[in-house]
C-alpha cells in the first residue's frame, strides 16, 4: 500500500477535526492531533496545554524587543526563544511521523513542514462564519466573550503563527491540494471527496 | 431542475478553463467565457479585445495621478474610468447571465459579484508552476519570454485587477466552497468533484 500522507489545516469550527478523524477511521490509519501534541510535550519536557497552546499561536515579543537598536544583531540578547524551540521540535516529530507511514495530521503548520513530500495530501477546511459561531457554542459551550470574536481570536494566532514561521499566508489555496468549505459541502461529502482522492492516487501507483 | 450558478477562477495554465467547458458539457449548461466578452462589449461599444485584456488585469494610472495633489478629491480630474466603466457592466452582465438560469463563468471576478447568490459554487483551479509551464507552451507555443515569467506576469494582472475591484485577495481558499490543485488531483477528477457536488446540492433540495 503506497504511502500516503494527510496534512489537515482547519479554521477553528469548520468542523476540520471531525473531518480529519473521519478520514483516518475510513482509511484505516493513524490519526495525529492530541497524539502528537503529547509526543512534542514528552521530548522537548513542556507541559501538553504549553504545547498545544503555543504551538499553533504567534510568539510573543522578547523584552529586548522594546530597547533600541544598538546594530547588534536582532537575536543577540534573545538566544533561541521557547517558540521557536518548540517549532523545531514539532518540525521534527511531524517529519518522523510522515516517514512511518500513512497518517492524517491535524494543524501544527504539518503543509508546511511536508510541502515536499510528494506522498502528501494538503487539505485546508474553511466554513462561513454563522456555521462556525453556531458550531463552537454547541461543541465548546457558551462564554464571555462572543463566538465571532472567539472564532477571529483564534484563527488570528493560527494565522499570525503560520506566518512568522512559515512566510506563507494561512488559508491561500495555493498552499494546499484541496480547499473545502464544510459549509457549503457537508462534512460527509468533505470525508468522502478526501477518502477518495487518496485511493485514487493509491490506484494510480 | 434547482439553478446552479458554477463560478471558475483558475490561474494561468492551470486548465481551469477546460475543466469549466467539461463541467458545463457533463451538466447540459450553458459557459461562459467568450460568450460574456462579446456580451459586454456589445453593451460597452469597446472591442472584444479590449475586455478580454482588461475585464481581468489592473487599471492602469491616470495621468493625473502623478500631478501633486492640490486638495482636491482623488477623481475630480477623472471622471469614470474606462476601467471602472468596463468592471460596472461586466457586473450586470454576470448578474444578469445568473439570473437567467444554472450555468458556468469562467473569471472575471464572478465569485465577488455573485458572493451573496444561494445557489452559486465558487471554485479555484490552480497548479504546481512546472504543470502550467509546460501547459501554456503546448497549448500557446513558446514565446520570447520564459513560460514563468508568463504565468507571473498573466496572474499578477489577475491578482491586481481583483484586489483592485474587490479589496480581497485573489487565490485566498476562504472566497471559495472548492479550491483544487489541477497538477496534484489531474483534470478529469476535479471535473467530476464538482460535477458531483452538484448534482448532491440538487437532490438535497
Not at 506522498?119 to 465571532?148: C, M, N, Q, W
Not at 484541496?178 to 468522502?192: H, Q, R, T, Y
Amino acid at each position: 500500500m503506497a504511502r500516503t500522507v494527510i496534512t489537515i489545516s482547519r479554521e477553528f469550527g469548520s468542523g476540520g477535526r471531525s473531518i480529519a478523524k473521519a478520514v483516518a477511521e475510513a482509511l484505516n490509519i493513524p490519526y495525529y492531533d492530541k497524539e502528537l501534541i503529547k509526543q512534542v510535550a514528552e521530548k522537548t519536557d513542556l507541559s501538553p496545554e504549553y504545547v498545544e497552546n503555543t504551538g499553533e499561536h504567534a510568539p510573543g515579543k522578547s523584552v529586548f524587543s522594546f530597547l533600541p537598536n544598538l546594530g547588534m544583531p536582532q537575536n543577540f540578547f534573545k538566544g533561541i526563544s521557547t517558540e521557536d524551540f518548540l517549532w523545531s521540535m514539532q518540525r521534527n516529530v511531524i517529519l518522523d511521523l510522515a516517514e512511518k507511514g500513512s497518517c492524517v495530521i491535524v494543524g501544527r503548520s504539518a503543509d508546511y513542514i511536508l510541502k515536499d513530500n510528494p506522498d502528501a495530501l494538503h487539505v485546508f477546511i474553511h466554513a462561513a462564519t454563522a456555521f462556525k459561531a453556531d458550531r463552537i457554542v454547541r461543541l465548546y459551550g457558551e462564554s464571555k466573550k462572543k463566538p465571532e470574536e472567539r472564532l477571529a481570536d483564534k484563527d488570528g494566532k493560527r494565522r499570525a503563527h503560520y506566518k512568522h514561521f512559515t512566510g506563507r499566508a494561512w488559508g491561500q489555496s495555493q498552499n494546499y491540494h484541496l480547499s473545502l468549505d464544510s459549509s457549503k459541502i457537508g462534512l460527509e461529502k468533505c470525508v468522502s471527496i478526501i477518502v477518495d482522492l487518496v485511493g485514487m492516487e493509491r490506484k494510480n501507483e
